[in-house]
């Protein structure tokens, strides 16, 4: 999700914010907060990850980011309808990604011992 976030800023900075591109990655990124953030912690009942960080982050930031634009007389880009698929994939390739390095991370030890004199 890094990548995907330094790619839309350098195509925003490049063209003062008003590259598609940047503006789909910013509205994905205000989106992104309610459904996996703060929809899992309350159908989990608990804490997940990023439940402290969207209320305090990625909110308030893109609601400012958003409302810098607007003060620059930046008008909203067409967004291609076809953008909206990429944010539950690239949000599930993050989460994918992310189980996948914490299995590794979590096999026992003996495992990854033997993985490397082999």
């Not at 990548?3 to 914010?17: H, P, Q, Y």
């Not at 989106?31 to 953030?37: I, R, T």
């Not at 893109?62 to 994939?89: C, D, N």
């Amino acid at each position: 999700m890094g990548g995907l976030v330094a790619a839309a800023s350098v195509a925003g900075d490049r063209s003062n914010g008003r590259n598609p591109f940047f503006q789909a990655v910013l509205t994905g990124f205000g989106a992104h907060a309610v459904v996996p953030h703060l929809i899992s912690a309350a159908v989990t009942g608990g804490y997940t990850l990023g439940l402290l960080t969207t209320p305090t982050v990625v909110v308030p930031f893109s609601w400012w980011a958003w409302r810098e634009l607007r003060k620059a007389g930046v008008e909203k880009a067409e967004i291609p309808t076809a953008a909206l698929v990429f944010v539950p994939l690239s949000i599930g390739a993050a989460h994918a990604g992310a189980s996948g390095g914490l299995a590794f991370v979590r096999r026992p030890r003996d495992m990854r011992q033997s993985s490397r004199s082999s």
